[in-house]
């Protein structure tokens, strides 16, 4: 069985009685441990520089030519800490209580707690480093109440408070590139890692500007790469998100966890049309003055502001009276899907509902509505060339974030000795659904607060290990494994790209493995998953050459994608319960609300690999629950 | 719609480049610019060509990934918009469009419209934050900001980094880029104790980088898709000069 090491005492004390006896390394030897930190966003970045300013030797990488253009520059709405400065009963207690009910009781105690306690420090941490949040005219710090939660602790920086915390990351990280601490991998992707006497020791990176093949070694590896989300194609997600760095870890042996919990953002502009890249988030915080609404009628024809208002269905407040409009993501996301698959979505490809601002207009006036979310009006028009303070917004739940990742333990270690997952790569602390604000603050807490106690913790035990250079055999395997892949791909006579293969899963996984799941729709789709495969093995076909190349960084991307695609619907069809993000549509009340089997499912799946088109192997590490009573979560 | 398109395309940083006209039809005004260019690209690899290579990645306006000269103008038509919040809805069919790299000698082109940037992190390393190591942080509320103050900050920390100001500079000068970072970090209290030695240090790399010099056209701002204000440049001026005669 996989032990999450949680340490002994109370739930408060468990991290402090962690720090205090982790072992700790002189000076003097961290100078000679090298750390490879693979992503520059909150996690990576802000890890990489902590690390350096202890003084290990840092090689950091990310795919993109800035670490600055990690994806965690896109967060709007803010991130949360229990500072409790608006005085409103809030503790670590409650934001504890309050993430691990969110997740609907599928994460670790000890871990949440440990993001709670964690994020007061995260707060002076990103002030002292120069990120504006936003401030009181008193001059100090402002807060919002941000999604299913009763208190306000979600700091922001206007609608950037990812880029705000990122650029301060990144600049940390840039003074200990000056300090000769950090050494920047940029276009750099990782493809493969490498394992010596089974703990890891190094990576395989394209250099994605000259086309060559790198081998880097390093007493132990993190992978703080982000979330999977742009499985699905259409997705909040960066164009280059993916989940090679994970995969190709899992791949040699790190397990996954949560694999299917995928958050649907319910706020997001529908796709209007097949060459789509991208649906962009509007911040949820427009659904304090909108209205969600769809005909009452399946397939109305005419436009929105034509329908009168006895013709029109304002579902979420209907199902749920008390939060209304304002109900949790996944709740909201599941109630818009029902609808538009009742045959009752609006715009050009009936996918999407109306969110409505015309009430709030007419009571509070439109400069007040302008006041409020005069950018995002802007925004929407920008985008789609229409006025949405003359007719309602059209939304629509889009993939977003990746409750799974790789399996960790307390240490933020996977199954791999020395490989570390840090940020939405690593599963921990969310659960089956996350809550607005919360993952910011994971990455931060992650690689400002966990990892540079932990990893010293792990590398204490290695000053006595043997030295290993890149001329090692698994070195050399591994490189010709990565040359393999490349060499095939660009041999390849098919005549389909890349990005079409990507649509298809995409829209397989929508359809299959989205929003709600089934046995039927998931075996389905592990058959047709199987089979896009094996058309992409062959009909695949990319153009170029060795060099700059973006068809060939998307192909290993894709063929990635394809297999944890299988994986998703593997860990989705094997969880018989309804629970977060998970709905399975045989596991629900006769209202349609989620049924949860704390009985038989409370516990982390955790998947080993196998091979291809070989059923993976399900571990699992039973969630004990030792603070909180297991209880219905309940919005109704 | 139908467009014809005639983009710079180069081999590698020494090859020599050209501009190669396309003909797109089947354009929905719905389509960001970036998906215009994706379609295109389709319908390369169909045709067994080398893709047009392009940085992209957010498509959202705010990882500064994009950014390309679009007849003539950085970022396009439109202002206070990045490349891929650019619609097609912005242009006419049977339009003709120039699309090159943002030219900087500071910035080689890699490949096509790909450049390499890596100079702007030079500058922020050169000493573009503050020097507070994880753990050094006093209690956030303990320094109260007036909220205008933050407000201020704000304004200039929103820069995404994109190059679109040099790119406009007939010098290819950086000022707007490095002001907008000694503004944002100058006017917060934990930002001021450094900022001398951050003005020279980040003014000097701006010459090493081989950006010119700024000689107030103000070009820069126009195309800024953040709007970053050309007023940053005058408190650059104004802290390095402070600098300087302060130094012993
Ligand atoms: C549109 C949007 C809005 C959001 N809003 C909020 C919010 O308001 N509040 C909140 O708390 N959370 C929000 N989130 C979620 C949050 O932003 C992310 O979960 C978090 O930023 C992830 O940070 P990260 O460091 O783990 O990964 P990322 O920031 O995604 O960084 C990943 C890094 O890994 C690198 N990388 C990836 N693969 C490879 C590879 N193979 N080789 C080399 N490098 C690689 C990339 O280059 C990058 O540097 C939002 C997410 C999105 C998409
Ligand atoms: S100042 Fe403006 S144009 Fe220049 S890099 Fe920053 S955002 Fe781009
Ligand atoms: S792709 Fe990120 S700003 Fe345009």
Redesign the interface.
């Known amino acids: 069985m996989i032990d999450a090491k949680i340490p002994a005492g109370d739930l408060a004390d468990k991290w402090n009685n962690y720090k205090d006896s982790s072992k700790l390394i002189n000076p003097a030897n961290r100078k000679k441990l090298d750390i490879i930190v693979v992503g520059t966003g909150l996690a990576g970045s802000?890890c990489a520089?902590?690390l350096a300013?202890q003084g290990y030797n840092v090689k950091s990488f990310c795919f993109?030519?800035?670490?600055?253009?990690a994806?965690s520059?896109?967060a709007q709405g803010g991130v949360n800490a229990a500072?409790n400065?608006k005085n409103d009963g809030d503790s670590v207690y409650r934001m504890f209580y309050d993430t691990i009910k969110g997740g609907d009781f599928r994460s670790r105690e000890a871990n949440v707690y440990r993001l709670a306690e964690c994020s007061l420090?995260l707060?002076?941490?990103?002030?002292?480093?120069?990120v504006?949040?936003?401030?009181?005219?008193?001059?100090?710090?402002n807060n919002r109440s941000f999604g299913g939660v009763q208190v306000s602790r979600t700091f922001y920086?206007?609608g950037?408070t990812g880029?705000?915390l990122m650029?301060g990351a990144?600049?940390?990280l840039?003074?200990q590139?000056?300090a000769g601490k950090v050494k920047?991998y940029?276009r750099h992707e990782m493809l493969d890692l490498v394992l010596i006497d089974g703990k890891a020791r190094g990576i395989i990176a394209r250099n994605l500007?000259t086309g060559e093949i790198e081998r880097h070694v390093a007493n132990a590896v993190v992978l703080a790469t982000g979330g999977y989300g742009k499985v699905y194609y259409l997705s909040t997600l960066?164009?280059?998100c993916n989940s090679s760095a994970i995969w190709r870890a899992h791949k040699k042996g790190a397990f996954m966890s949560g694999v299917s919990w995928i958050q649907f953002h319910p706020t997001c502009l529908p796709q209007?049309?097949e060459?789509?890249?991208?649906l962009?988030?509007m911040s949820e915080s427009l659904r304090n003055d909108g209205r969600i609404w769809v005909p009452k009628k399946a397939g109305d024809e005419r436009v929105p502001n034509d329908i009168p208002e006895e013709e029109r269905d304002y579902y979420l407040e209907r199902r749920y009276p008390t939060f209304g409009n304002l109900s949790p993501r996944d709740i909201s996301s599941r109630a818009a899907k029902e609808r538009i698959d009742a045959g009752c979505g609006v715009g050009p490809m009936k996918n999407a509902v109306c969110l409505d601002f015309s009430k709030a207009i007419r009571e509070q006036g439109r400069d007040k509505i302008e006041e409020k979310y005069g950018n995002l009006f802007r925004m929407y028009d920008?985008?789609?060339?229409v006025d949405a303070y003359k007719e309602p917004m059209l939304i629509s739940p889009a993939a977003h974030f990746t409750m799974g990742g790789l399996w960790v333990d307390y240490d933020l270690m996977t199954t791999i000795p020395g490989l570390f997952a840090l940020g939405e790569a690593n599963f921990s602390d969310h659960g089956a659904n996350r809550l607005g604000a919360n993952s910011l603050l994971q990455s931060c807490v992650d690689g400002?607060?966990i990892a540079?106690y932990t990893i010293p913790n792990y590398l204490s035990g290695e000053l006595k290990a043997e030295k290993v250079t890149t001329d090692h055999p698994a070195f050399i395997d591994a490189e010709n494994n990565v040359r393999e892949q490349l060499n095939r791909f660009l041999n390849l006579k098919g005549?389909l790209?890349a990005?079409h293969f990507h649509k298809t899963l995409g829209k397989l996984l929508y359809d299959k493995c989205g929003l709600s799941r089934t046995r039927k729709s998931l075996e389905e789709a592990i058959v047709e998953i199987r089979s896009l495969k094996k058309s992409f093995d062959h009909e695949l076909?990319?153009?170029?050459?060795e060099?700059?190349?973006?068809?060939l960084e998307k192909a290993g991307r894709v063929s990635d994608f394809l297999e944890l695609g299988e994986l998703m619907c593997h860990d989705a069809l094997q969880r018989e319960e309804s629970c977060g993000a998970h709905f399975r549509e045989e596991y629900q009340t006769p209202d349609g609300e989620a049924v949860r089997n704390d009985k038989d499912f409370c516990y982390v799946s955790a998947w080993e690999w196998k091979g291809e088109a070989v059923e993976p192997e399900l571990h699992k590490e039973p969630l004990v629950f030792e603070t909180v009573k297991l209880t219905v979560r309940s919005y109704k | 719609m139908k467009l014809y398109l005639k983009v710079w395309r180069q081999e590698?940083r020494d090859s020599k480049g050209g501009m190669i006209s396309y003909e797109v039809d089947g354009i929905?005004?719905?389509?960001?610019f970036?998906?215009m260019l994706?379609?295109l690209n389709?319908r390369?690899?169909?045709k067994?060509?080398?893709?047009i290579?392009f940085?992209?990645?957010?498509?959202?306006g705010?990882?500064?990934?994009c950014g390309m000269m679009i007849n003539g103008r950085a970022h396009g038509p439109l202002t206070g918009?990045t490349t891929c919040?650019l619609?097609m809805?912005s242009f006419n069919d049977g339009e003709t469009v120039y699309i090159e790299p943002f030219r900087a000698t500071a910035f080689p082109v890699?490949?096509d419209l790909?450049i390499?940037?890596?100079a702007?992190?030079h500058i922020?390393?050169?000493?573009?934050?503050?020097?507070?190591?994880?753990g050094?942080?006093?209690?956030?509320?303990s320094?109260?900001?007036?909220?205008e103050v933050?407000?201020a900050?704000?304004d200039a920390?929103?820069c995404?980094?994109c190059g679109a100001c040099v790119a406009t500079c007939k010098n290819s000068s950086a000022a707007l880029f490095t002001s907008a970072k000694i503004s944002?970090?100058v006017l917060?209290p934990?930002?001021k104790l450094e900022s001398a030695d951050r003005v020279v240090s980040m003014v000097n790399q701006m010459d090493t980088e081989g950006f010119g010099h700024c000689s107030n056209t103000e070009a820069c701002e126009v195309e800024c898709p953040q709007e970053i204000s050309v007023l940053h440049i005058g408190r650059m001026n104004y802290e390095y000069n402070k600098a300087l005669a302060l130094r012993k």
């Open positions: 802000s520089a902590t300013e993109q030519d800035s670490a600055r253009r994806h520059v896109a500072k400065y420090a707060i002076d941490q990103a002030v002292a480093q120069g504006p949040f936003a401030r009181e005219y008193g001059g100090y710090l920086a206007r950037q880029q705000q650029i990144y600049q940390a840039m003074r590139v000056s920047t940029t500007e960066a164009m280059g209007i049309g060459t789509q890249s991208k962009t988030l920008k985008i789609n060339g400002y607060f540079p005549h790209s990005d076909k990319i153009t170029g050459d060099g700059v190349n973006s068809e | 590698h929905s005004e719905h389509m960001s970036l998906e994706d379609l389709e390369l690899i169909q067994g060509e080398r893709v290579e940085d992209h990645d957010c498509r959202e705010i990882c500064g990934a918009t919040q619609h809805r890699l490949r790909k390499d940037r890596s702007f992190d922020i390393q050169s000493g573009g934050y503050i020097s507070a190591s994880t050094q942080a006093p209690e956030s509320n320094i109260p900001i007036a909220h933050t407000e900050a704000f920390a929103a995404i980094g944002h970090l917060l934990q930002g």
